[in-house]
């Protein structure tokens, strides 16, 4: 099926990276790494120049939120090697209130749209982006929806009669 | 001697002029607006605007048991919603570890891949359309309505089809739809050549199409694009030959392969795709004679609802139903991503859980969001009426666009 | 003779060369046959509005054979599809643009309440900004449904008095959205 093991990929990686980064398993088969901000866009771009790992496609980039965390946000990219048919999956957490991490829009056009849908919901900020703002929700929200304290319902709205939905 | 007007540096006259294309405008098919700056015909900038029918799926997602999902994931592409449904079908069997028998496998092939005729008819048909034919459009969208049969004998509704449950489909396909697809396999290739003799040579559609837009294949690479666009412009990635799910490796099918990217080439790569997909339904059919025809889901009682007789008879069915809908069954937690060939490209499903009943975190990669990102700079020096075709050709789905 | 239903004339005079009737009686026939209607597609009851056009259930027979992007040259806004927070002014901008006589019909479920989408983003019913005549419930509703929505309206335009837009209930009716 893929023409590297993960094995083989996670040599590669330690041999220029040893020390920066954590394995923290491979789910299903993908390798999952876990690296700090100051390291994350040389190993971007060391896994996409590489010439015998190519991961030239980014496949996605996302966040999840851990609100018990310290470094609550972890910011996630996916991605693919086309050549070798191997995936792979980095992490990086940074905390919720200072969540500055450089932009992968240096490597790849494609990170402009998925970095801004980052920001938009989580309010992760991407130092270099060339045009940092929200994408998908209204311009003037102040609030970023998908974090865990958000609710998920308006609640100004006033035709909800509570006694119908049992609260 | 008339007075012919004089243009000086700060007449209006020589300024750009901004036009507002969208949200809502017959050719935008769906809710996107771009704001461009025109000299005159050609467009020298623009900024696209999306999130006019955000719907915060991921927000939903969180709240919601595992098959409450379903109907959410309907909603991304609603051309081709049952490819929605597979792919979260199986990125959920991917977590619990539920492998699916073979024949559920070849009916879920079949039903995505009427699902991605579906959607090919209508992007070719309405880019058509856009260059001012109707005709195709019109004979193909019938075809549109025999799939919305086949989907009602299947599960009950035309487009947001909600098909299948966690483990394989709620019932085993009825003789009827067998008849109904097998009587679409008969009548839509003679549609499929009529509509491609309509447009493949005729020199109006030709002349509007092709140079239009023309993408290398490292910038398509760049913008992270996928599907019908991707190969279009060379590069042979289709999720279902290189990380084949659902049985999909059984399957003898070719990848269509386009040139230079241009509109004329993703129509092309459209319509071969409709004939591949013709050709898998064939083989599916073929082989489900050879599996025995009354399985139609996986033997999990943890995560697939007993039949209703058993629940109100049995024990054992009444406590799986109880421990299923009030979500008491533990699940692992981890996380996994998996991604099908959707009718516009890779359409990724990434699932964090935490053991409980509904998702943790769920994300959807949508092809149509990460393709349409290039529109923008790709416009750039374009005449607007190209524009507008080759936004058409990007198949933008605004459900899909948004979340 | 053949099968094909024509409309039913209005209760009136017939005579040789000459049929009488109120005006506005004859002007509601008219206009009930020929609306023009404004397609404001933003999701999935949008494709189900094509698939009512096309040409197995046949928006058309209805009169409703010019579909009018343009606001001020349609008389039926179709709302087909969720409106979110955001598009909310875009939908309030285009109903402003119409000329009266207009109505609105609000296609599915999104569009009348908000549908299985009650979050932060969505604008729960159209009713909130605009006025409407004719809700369309389903997710999405059957074409046939989208077809009964529109007779329902074709039911209103033909009885619908001709001073009605001036009567004060109607202009009280706008001044609850707030419009002039």
Known sequence: MSKITNEELLNSINSKFEGKITVVGEPFGMLTIETGTDGIIELLSYLKNDPVLQFIYLTDITAVHYPEQEKAIGVLYHLHSLVNNVRIRIKVFIDAVDCHIPTATVLWNGANWMERETYDLFGVIFDGHPDLRRILNVDDMTAFPMRKEFPLEDPNRVDKKDYFFGR | ?403 | MSDIQIVGAPPGVEGAGFFATSLDQAVGLARANSLWPLPFATSCCGIEFMATMASHYDLSRFGAERLSFSPRQADLLMVMGTIAKKMAPVLRQVYLQMAEPRWVMAVGACASSGGIFDTYSVLQGIDEIIPVDVYVPGCPPRPEAIIDGFMHIQELVKTESLRRRDSPEYQKLLASYGIQ
């Open chain 2, 1 to 403: 001697m008339q007075n012919h007007p004089v243009y000086t540096d700060n007449d209006p006259q020589s300024e750009n002029s901004t036009l507002n294309l969208g949200p809502t405008h017959p050719a935008t098919h769906g809710v996107f607006q771009n704001v461009l700056q025109l000299d005159g015909e050609r467009i020298v900038s623009g900024v696209s605007t999306i999130g006019y029918i955000h719907r915060a799926f991921e927000k939903i997602a969180e709240h919601r048991p595992f098959y409450q999902i379903t109907p959410l994931t309907d909603r991304l592409n609603y051309c081709s919603s049952p490819i929605n449904n597979m792919g979260w079908h199986m990125t959920v069997e991917k977590l619990l570890g539920i492998t699916t028998p073979k024949r559920v496998d070849y009916l879920r092939i079949i039903v995505m891949e009427l699902a991605r005729i579906a959607d090919h008819i209508v992007c070719n048909g309405v880019l058509g359309v856009d260059t001012g034919a109707f005709t195709g459009f019109l004979y193909m969208m019938e075809f549109r309505e025999s799939i919305y049969e086949i989907y009602e004998e299947v599960c009950g509704s035309r487009l947001t089809t909600n098909i299948g449950r966690i483990g394989g489909f709620e019932r085993n396909f009825n003789t009827k739809a067998f008849a109904k697809l097998r009587k679409f396999l008969v009548d839509f290739p003679k549609t499929l050549k009529e509509f491609e003799s309509l447009f493949n040579r005729n020199r109006i559609f030709v002349d509007r199409t092709r140079g239009v837009a023309c993408v290398t294949a490292e910038d398509a690479l760049n913008y992270s694009w996928s599907g019908p666009l991707l190969r279009a412009a060379g590069v042979d990635y289709d999720v279902r030959a290189m990380n084949p799910y659902s049985s999909y490796e059984d399957f003898d099918f070719e990848v269509p392969v386009g040139e230079n990217g241009d509109v004329y080439n993703r129509f092309l790569v459209r319509n071969e795709e409709m004939w591949q997909s013709l050709r898998l339904i064939e083989q599916a059919l073929a082989k489900l004679e050879k599996e025995p025809s009354d399985i139609f889901h996986a033997d999990v009682p943890e995560f697939y609802l007993p039949p209703k007789e058993e629940v109100y008879n049995n024990m054992e069915a009444l406590i799986y139903h109880f421990k299923i809908v009030m979500g008491e069954i533990p699940t692992p937690t981890t996380e996994v991503y998996h991604s099908v060939e959707g009718a516009n490209g890779e359409l990724g499903f990434y699932l964090v859980n935490d053991g409980g009943r509904a998702p943790y975190r769920l994300h959807f990669r949508r092809p149509s969001f990460i393709n349409y990102q290039m529109y923008a700079p790709m416009s750039r020096g374009m005449l607007l009426s190209d524009a507008i075709i080759n936004m058409s050709s990007l198949n933008v789905i605004a459900g899909e666009l948004d979340a």
